[in-house]
């Protein structure tokens, strides 16, 4: 019995979304006002950006609203290179809380442009008040598709080349141990080096000191015949060479 209870709620379930998902959008009220209305405006609006001269563009920025200015600049940016305004295309008008988008197609000889226009209900206003408005291309399913497959690849080949230089970094590593290694090996050699040199050079002084001393016991028997007196009764002060 319980099976067929929550079988039947399912159903019920199914049978209400389905309802509201095939709900006729010109039927619906959004917030006071109609489909009809909606897409009146959006047409205006985009047949009026379709032939204002840049002067006029320029003033209409000096006083309108900030969305509205943004519509300005896209449409001027986005509408370059599509040639000649040809006529306004089909409407569409979704509804998501308090929020309404109406998407308005412009028709150019190059190809469409996407007119949207958002607006929020004001409780304090209690009407419709536009949010944000902008111009974007109509993009293809083929446009699509290429694009997502290109930002697709762009960001795997980001990751890719950020593993990449961080392989080559970890690689560098044994370089740097090496070099560290032969640093420190160097020094090592320097401080067993240091000890040799100091007996070497003590080694050398006391061996010119035995010559020194060599020199003088020379030098006083020479000094000793040539006076006719014993050698030790004499000392030798200084040695001055020349």
Same mark, same amino acid.
């Given at each position: 019995?319980?099976?067929?209870?929550?079988?039947?709620?399912?159903?019920?379930?199914?049978?209400?979304?389905?309802?509201?998902?095939?709900?006729?959008?010109?039927?619906?009220?959004?917030?006071?006002? *109609?489909?009809?209305? /909606? %897409?009146?405006?959006?047409?205006? !609006?985009? !047949?009026?950006?379709?032939?204002?001269?840049?002067?006029?563009?320029?003033?209409?920025?000096?006083? %309108?609203? @900030?969305?509205?200015?943004? /519509?300005?600049?896209?449409?001027?940016?986005?509408?370059?290179?599509?040639?000649?305004?040809?006529?306004?295309?089909?409407?569409?008008? *979704?509804?998501?809380?308090?929020?309404? *988008?109406?998407?308005?197609?412009?028709?150019?000889?190059? =190809?469409?442009?996407?007119?949207?226009?958002?607006?929020?209900?004001?409780?304090?206003?209690?009407?419709? &008040?536009?949010?944000?408005?902008?111009?974007?291309? !109509?993009? *293809?399913?083929?446009?699509?598709?290429?694009?997502?497959?290109?930002?697709? /690849?762009?960001?795997?080949?980001? $990751?890719?080349?950020?593993?990449?230089?961080?392989?080559?970094?970890?690689?560098?590593?044994?370089?740097?141990?090496?070099?560290?290694?032969?640093?420190?090996?160097?020094?090592? &050699? @320097?401080?067993?080096?240091?000890?040799? $040199?100091?007996?070497? @050079?003590?080694? &050398?002084?006391?061996? %010119?000191?035995?010559?020194?001393?060599? /020199?003088?016991?020379?030098?006083?028997?020479?000094?000793?015949?040539?006076?006719?007196?014993?050698?030790?009764?004499?000392?030798? =002060?200084?040695?001055? =060479? =020349?």
């Amino acid at each position: 019995m319980k099976k067929k209870l929550s079988l039947i709620l399912c159903l019920c379930f199914m049978v209400l979304a389905f309802a509201a998902c095939g709900e006729d959008p010109r039927t619906v009220d959004y917030f006071g006002m *109609t489909y009809d209305e /909606l %897409q009146t405006l959006a047409d205006q !609006n985009v !047949n009026a950006l379709a032939v204002m001269t840049p002067e006029q563009k320029e003033q209409q920025k000096s006083y %309108q609203s @900030e969305a509205l200015v943004k /519509l300005i600049d896209s449409w001027d940016e986005v509408t370059a290179d599509l040639g000649e305004f040809q006529n306004t295309g089909e409407c569409t008008i *979704t509804m998501a809380q308090t929020t309404v *988008t109406v998407e308005q197609k412009a028709e150019f000889s190059g =190809r469409e442009v996407i007119v949207s226009f958002v607006y929020e209900y004001s409780y304090e206003a209690e009407q419709l &008040e536009l949010i944000d408005a902008s111009a974007d291309l !109509n993009y *293809t399913m083929g446009e699509k598709m290429t694009k997502a497959a290109l930002n697709t /690849l762009m960001g795997m080949g980001t $990751v890719f080349a950020v593993l990449i230089l961080i392989s080559l970094i970890i690689y560098c590593f044994r370089f740097i141990s090496v070099v560290q290694g032969k640093s420190s090996k160097k020094k090592t &050699e @320097e401080k067993k080096e240091a000890p040799v $040199v100091t007996q070497i @050079e003590q080694r &050398e002084e006391q061996q %010119q000191l035995a010559d020194d001393l060599e /020199l003088v016991a020379v030098i006083a028997a020479a000094v000793a015949a040539d006076a006719g007196v014993p050698a030790d009764s004499f000392v030798v =002060r200084s040695i001055r =060479r =020349r």
